[in-house]
């Protein structure tokens, strides 16, 4: 059997020597403070509340300046951890051990590839079972925003389920709908951004890995064509926020976060993660406030260095964030996938995530394995659960995932929830929630 270890993304790199951006400063103010002088060549963002990001040639000494500044609470650095070359999806020829004997609730020709569609009985997560006791169920569209290397949003199996923002003309150069991004029809790019320090528009997946994730989460289902996703009512909003060296900054990972938030994401998927945590306050803020004021579910990957994150934390799967929920992968032979990262405190749940079959850019399917997969097959299923039952808020249905999951004994000093999850049992809960 043939494994692709997304290591890379997940940067299981240990001891990882962490470089500044010289250019950013983020700086959070004092409640009822004002900004002070930045200087003539500062640009300013402000990311959320009290918040700013502080662009400028070198903010070293400006750092310095602002040490004593009765106005200002603190001042991180933003960091970027050690590059590493992201792997390629395995060929599907290489890889598959287990498919489906049929998937008689879809039409789409490959679907039978994906083995966690099978029940809970062959490992899966029930998605055959859910769909024919509740495909006739009206649900409510969810947008999941895939916080990742970019989503081809031309894929043949993606592109009638991207999230677009109907209040932008596309390619008119203008901020239409007043959000502060111009041209953003489908999502932004963080990682490119204009001479004032904007994100851009530009999420084409230049990688794979986010075009995988995306197919996991809400492949359009019963169109003749590819795969089916897990969710059935679902628009993928794309965030370009990692790059094909697996380099993600906390900056641009608050940035992503918050405008998946205010843009109306109700779920975030978050397959990439590192060792450090240089910036200490960003993220758990950003976690805190997108949680209080929109309602958002982060989810994200363990990480795949198979080690117990309660004793050797990643991040962000290790900030303790009520919102957050953190997934370990499985295997289609039922245990946990050899390379996932596991913790009886940290981990609170486990999904397929060794050879799964997915969508890559190019209207092409392939394998791929990790944790970074484990995460949106569980997307898809809150999604899924969500859509049936939109008024859930994220902490119920981070509750209904925990406590729906089929138990498995060897499981249960590995994660808080001991199992894996389930499409079919988190309906059930989902129901009786008040």
Not at 316 to 323: G, T
Request: include cysteine; hydrophobic fraction near 35%; aromatic fraction near 6%.
């Amino acid at each position: 059997m043939k494994f692709l270890l997304l290591t890379a993304l997940m940067l299981t790199l240990g001891s990882v020597q962490a470089s500044v951006t010289p250019t950013e400063l983020v700086v959070k103010l004092k409640e009822g403070k004002s900004l002070p002088d930045f200087g003539a060549d500062a640009k300013v963002q402000n990311l959320f509340g009290r918040i700013y990001v502080v662009r400028n040639k070198d903010v070293s000494a400006l750092e310095q300046k602002l040490k004593n500044n009765p106005n200002i609470e603190y001042t991180e650095r933003n960091y970027r951890a050690e590059k590493s070359v992201l792997p390629m999806p395995v060929a599907a020829a290489e890889s598959v051990d287990k498919v489906l004997p049929s998937a008689s609730q879809f039409n789409d020709p490959k679907v039978g590839k994906i083995w966690s569609f099978d029940d809970a009985s062959n490992y899966g997560v029930s998605v055959e079972a859910a769909y024919r006791l509740h495909a006739t169920e009206a649900t409510e569209t969810i947008i999941v925003a895939v916080v990742d290397t970019g989503v081809d949003y031309n894929h043949e199996d993606l592109k009638d389920v991207m999230w677009t923002n109907t209040k932008e003309i596309p390619g008119n150069g203008i901020d239409d709908d007043g959000n502060g991004y111009i041209d953003d029809i489908h999502g932004i790019n963080v990682l490119v951004r204009d001479a004032n320090g904007k994100a851009t528009m530009n999420i084409m997946d230049t990688h794979s890995h986010g075009t995988h994730v995306s197919g996991t989460i809400g492949a359009k289902q019963n169109n003749g064509v590819g795969i089916a996703g897990i969710a059935s009512n679902v628009r993928i909003m794309g965030i370009r926020t990692v790059p094909n060296n697996a380099d993600e900054t906390d900056v641009d990972v608050a940035e992503a976060f918050v405008y998946a938030a205010k843009n109306g994401a109700k779920i975030i998927n978050c397959s990439f993660g590192k060792r450090t945590n240089e910036g200490k306050n960003l993220i758990p803020e950003t976690l805190k406030y997108i949680q209080e004021k929109y309602g958002v579910l982060v989810i994200a990957a363990a990480g795949n260095d198979s080690d117990d994150i309660d004793k050797n934390p990643t991040y962000p799967a290790s900030h303790p964030s009520e919102n957050l929920l953190i997934v370990a992968s499985t295997s289609s032979s039922g245990g946990m996938s050899g390379f996932s990262n596991y913790g009886k405190i940290n981990v609170d749940v486990a999904a397929p995530g060794s050879n799964i079959y997915s969508t890559t850019p190019g209207n092409r399917y392939e394998m791929m394995s990790g944790t970074s997969m484990a995460s949106p097959t569980t997307v898809g299923v809150a999604a899924e659960v969500l859509s049936h039952y939109p008024s859930l808020s994220p902490i119920q249905l981070k509750n209904v995932l925990i406590g729906s999951v089929t138990k498995i004994d060897r499981f249960k000093d590995k994660m808080v929830s001991g199992g894996r999850i389930d499409l079919l049992k988190a309906l059930e809960l989902a129901r009786t929630v008040k």
